[in-house]
């Protein structure tokens, strides 16, 4: 892989708009019409891939290897999510970004989230590698 030129904090900000599908009911993941915590991160993991792609070669991408995020507020259906991320330290090929979800002025969610960057057929072929091993 070139050398890469992501800029230093590297910052994005998106905006997305909880639909039903987005609830805590709906997921499972609770029983009230809100944004649920996997559609929070859901989001933030959205923000942070889209974020640094433009900056990767060809056949490359990022995979989210952690999230440490807190949910802190609800946010109803309808609601319009700001989500930020930042980009705070780069290893290598190690990305790790400082995320955050807001409803207007109201944080309803931070965090840390790691990404890698891969190149995309070496991964695949790792994991159809990976599925023959386990007969899959």
């Given at each position: 892989m070139n050398q890469l030129s992501i800029p230093e904090n590297l910052e994005c900000t998106y905006t997305y708009t909880v639909g039903e599908e987005h609830t805590a009911k709906h997921i499972g993941s609770g029983t009230i019409e809100v944004l649920s915590t996997p559609s929070m991160i859901a989001f933030m993991e959205h923000a942070s891939l889209d974020c640094v792609q433009k900056y990767l070669p060809r056949g490359y991408t990022t995979v989210g290897i952690r999230v440490d995020v807190k949910h802190l507020k609800?946010?109803?259906?309808?609601?319009?999510?700001?989500?930020?991320?930042?980009?705070?330290?780069?290893?290598?090929?190690?990305?790790?970004?400082?995320?955050?979800?807001?409803?207007?002025n109201i944080i309803i969610g931070e965090g840390v989230h790691e990404r890698y960057i891969v190149d995309e057929r070496k991964f695949i072929e790792k994991l159809r590698g990976l599925m023959k091993s386990k007969g899959v």
């Open positions: 609800p946010a109803p259906k309808g609601a319009k999510i700001t989500i930020k991320t930042k980009l705070v330290e780069r290893s290598n090929k190690r990305l790790v970004f400082k995320v955050q979800a807001l409803w207007g």
